[in-house]
């Protein structure tokens, strides 16, 4: 193969894969901790067509939402432990559920595959 036919192999593959990094769907984790509360959402981006679930992890512990569809090309989750948010559809966690002050968060699809990066999160500590 000549150098010419190498550059070009190698500029295809390279814009294969910008154009796959450009479609990517993307997710932003945000958490909460208070002494008596954890909270925290999961909002995915850059979706296809379909329903997804979150999973939340903090130490040890990992909670996942039902599946729900996406809106437009965006899916949002939110986890709580105060009832009245999970009365408004929040999924529930326990008051201690965070650990160390940071979360992991990412979506999955009704296959069963992770269509987001996992995303770390430090929690803002409120009192």
Do not use: H, W
Request: charged letters at 25%; glycine letters at 8%.
């Amino acid at each position: 193969m000549t150098i010419k036919k190498i550059a070009v192999a190698g500029a295809v593959t390279m814009l294969g894969f910008f154009a796959f990094a450009a479609s990517a769907a993307d997710v932003k984790v945000t958490c909460e901790k208070r002494s008596s509360r954890s909270r925290a959402s999961v909002d995915g981006s850059s979706l296809a067509q379909g329903s997804y679930r979150a999973v939340l992890r903090s130490g040890t512990r990992t909670v996942r939402t039902t599946f729900e569809p996406a809106i437009g090309d965006e899916a949002q989750f939110d986890f709580d432990s105060n009832p009245n948010d999970v009365a408004d559809g929040a999924t529930a966690i326990p008051a201690n559920f965070i650990v160390d002050g940071r979360v992991k968060g990412y979506l999955i699809n009704e296959a069963g595959k992770r269509v987001t990066p996992i995303f770390e999160a430090i929690c803002r500590v409120r009192r």
